[in-house]
């Protein structure tokens, strides 16, 4: 049984979640040849403020950017 949990920042939609969760299904089923059913996908948004890289939280970091 696969089981994968992706963490991302908010902001997806829900299409796009779709999306993750069909290809993931998917790359499962063709590359190691996992049955769909059993497949298990759990996706986790996570703050801005909440998530951190290079030295800085992610809503900080953006805000540098613009």
Same mark, same amino acid.
């Not at 299409?15 to 063709?30: G, N, P």
């Given at each position: 049984?696969?089981? *994968?949990?992706?963490? *991302? !920042? =908010?902001? #997806? !939609? &829900?299409? =796009?979640?779709? &999306? *993750? +969760?069909?290809?993931?299904?998917? !790359?499962? #089923?063709? +590359?190691?040849?996992? &049955? ?7 996706? =986790?948004? +996570? #703050? @801005? @403020?909440?998530?951190?890289? #290079?030295?800085?939280? !992610?809503?900080?970091? &953006?805000?540098? =950017?613009?």
């Amino acid at each position: 049984m696969p089981y *994968i949990n992706l963490q *991302i !920042t =908010q902001g #997806a !939609t &829900r299409e =796009q979640k779709e &999306r *993750i +969760v069909s290809e993931f299904t998917s !790359t499962l #089923a063709r +590359v190691l040849n996992k &049955r769909p059913e059993h497949t298990h996908i759990v996706i =986790q948004e +996570v #703050a @801005e @403020e909440n998530w951190g890289f #290079a030295g800085m939280l !992610t809503d900080d970091f &953006r805000k540098s =950017q613009s």
